[in-house]
């Protein structure tokens, strides 16, 4: 729960980053790779969460409830980053609708 409270802390000073009137955006700052970043994060937890289950159904692992932990993380995890995308993505289509 940590990992995800830190990816949600991360994403959220993210968030508040945004230029308000008359100021720019903090050098090395970069949305896609902020982006790339939380996909790659929501990427290795998911596969960690499958690495442990797999390990559990093998017999290699009794840490049941590791396991489950781990994949309800991931799911939260996953879960989150379609919420940034969808809140993304309606935002890109606010900014279509503006007239020109």
Not at 2 to 11: H, S, Y
Not at 66 to 92: D, I, T, Y
């Amino acid at each position: 729960m940590k990992i995800l409270a830190n990816d949600a802390g991360q994403m959220a000073a993210h968030a508040n980053i945004g230029p308000t009137a008359g100021e720019a955006l903090p050098a090395g700052f970069s949305f896609t790779q902020s982006m790339k970043d939380a996909l790659d994060s929501v990427n290795r937890q998911d596969a960690q969460a499958g690495q442990k289950m797999n390990d559990v159904d093998s017999g290699k692992s009794d840490d049941l409830v590791g396991a489950m932990l781990a994949s309800q993380e991931a799911s939260l995890s996953f879960s989150m980053l379609m919420q940034v995308r969808n809140k993304v993505m309606g935002a890109v289509d606010e900014l279509i609708k503006l007239p020109v």
